[in-house]
């Protein structure tokens, strides 16, 4: 019996020795941090885009005139509205979120006036802007898939004035040149396709019409010796979608 005890004994110390130890062996390692995402890239202005447009313009027609008989100068002023809509294309360099870029459109217009010219009798002219285009550049501060924008440049045009006896008269076409500046805002909806909306002031400037094409006007008027300048300026505002490459 004692020998039994004696042996029990020796192998509980056996089992307590050698649990003992392999807690000794165990190793607690850190729990593995998680993996961050990684940053999504910012959208890259870089590139050529052409796209497409519409909208409208306001603003005024001012036409100064003199002929024979009448005071220094007589100024016939109306408003100007109608639509525009055409094409434009352009070339952006982002330079971290600087992105500078030219750009060219021209438009097909409505936008036109009535003006009433004082003579003898009365006599209603439509001052008609025939198309408008733009080139210049633009500076923008890119907001990832946002672009905020100033703009400005030259602004080209052609104007037709005409008035209506029994049939309408066309008097003058004048080619205009001028300047535009304004700010817009486009946005990418994806990696190829943009959004956009623009406000921009034009001035094409004071250039002389040949009303002594209509002999018949200045008849109407009771003039003679009829000249005239016209003085265009416009607010546009242009909504687009534009494909970028």
Do not use: C
């Amino acid at each position: 019996m004692r020998i039994f005890k004696l042996t029990m004994s020796a192998a509980a110390f056996s089992l307590v020795a050698i649990a003992s130890a392999q807690a000794a062996d165990v190793v607690f390692e850190e729990p593995t941090a998680p993996v961050a995402p990684a940053p999504v890239a910012a959208y890259d202005w870089n590139g050529a885009y052409v796209g497409a447009f519409a909208g409208g313009a306001t603003g005024d027609a001012t036409i100064d005139y003199t002929y024979t008989g009448a005071p220094a100068s007589n100024e016939a002023k109306s408003d100007l509205s109608g639509f525009l809509g055409g094409l434009q294309a352009g070339y952006d360099v982002q330079f971290d979120q600087l992105v500078v870029g030219v750009r060219g459109s021209v438009a097909y217009s409505t936008v036109k006036a009535k003006v009433t010219l004082d003579g003898t009798t009365d006599v209603p002219l439509e001052d008609k802007l025939t198309y408008l285009a733009t080139a210049g550049a633009r500076v923008g501060f890119a907001l990832d898939r946002f672009l905020p924008y100033v703009h400005g440049g030259a602004a080209f045009g052609s104007s037709k004035a005409s008035y209506t006896t029994s049939t309408e008269t066309k008097l003058d076409d004048v080619s205009k040149i001028g300047w535009t500046a304004g700010v817009g805002g486009e946005y990418a909806l994806t990696d190829t396709v943009s959004i956009g909306a623009e406000y921009g002031y034009v001035d094409l400037g004071k250039d002389k019409m040949d009303f002594a094409k209509g002999a018949t006007l200045a008849s109407t008027l009771g003039a003679a010796n009829l000249s005239a300048n016209e003085d265009l300026t416009l607010h546009t505002f242009k909504a687009s979608v534009n494909y970028r490459f």
